[in-house]
Nanobody
Framework: QVQLVESGGGLVQAGGSLRLSCAASGRSISTYRMGWFRQAPGKEREFVTSISWSSGTTYYADSVKGRFTISRDNAKNTVYLQMNSLKPEDTAVYYC???????????????????WGQGTQVTVSS
């Protein structure tokens, strides 16, 4: 079981930047793949990006490619989401999630992740 705590959300202007953090704790953290999802009011939760603790391989949704960067610090058991060139449509509650190695579900599927943080609000003003 992995516990996740997000932080770093806030209000920014369009074109600005924000950095989110996700602190993870628990057993066998290094065997997990971490992901970021977001959910805007009235919309379904959608995949943003993911990273493997072990290999560092990343995967991005098309909507954030070139603007968002996911990274991890294994020593601190923390993953980050650097968000640049923010747009109003990026406004959402951002959730950190974790999935165990070997999960057959697509990386972009919310059903493949078994641990979730409480979420942090990101608001981008126009």
């Amino acid at each position: 079981q992995v516990q996740l705590v997000e932080s770093g959300g806030g209000l920014v202007q369009a074109g600005g930047s924000l950095r989110l953090s996700c602190a993870a704790s628990g057993r066998s953290i290094s065997t997990y793949r971490m992901g970021w999802f977001r959910q805007a009011p009235g919309k379904e939760r959608e995949f943003v990006t993911s990273i493997s603790w072990s290999s560092g391989t990343t995967y991005y949704a098309d909507s954030v490619k070139g603007r968002f960067t996911i990274s991890r610090d294994n020593a601190k058991n923390t993953v980050y989401l650097q968000m640049n060139s923010l747009k109003p449509e990026d406004t959402a509650v951002y959730y950190c999630a974790a999935r165990t190695a070997g999960c057959p579900s697509p990386l972009s599927s919310k059903y493949g992740y078994d641990s979730w943080g409480q979420g942090t609000q990101v608001t981008v003003s126009s």
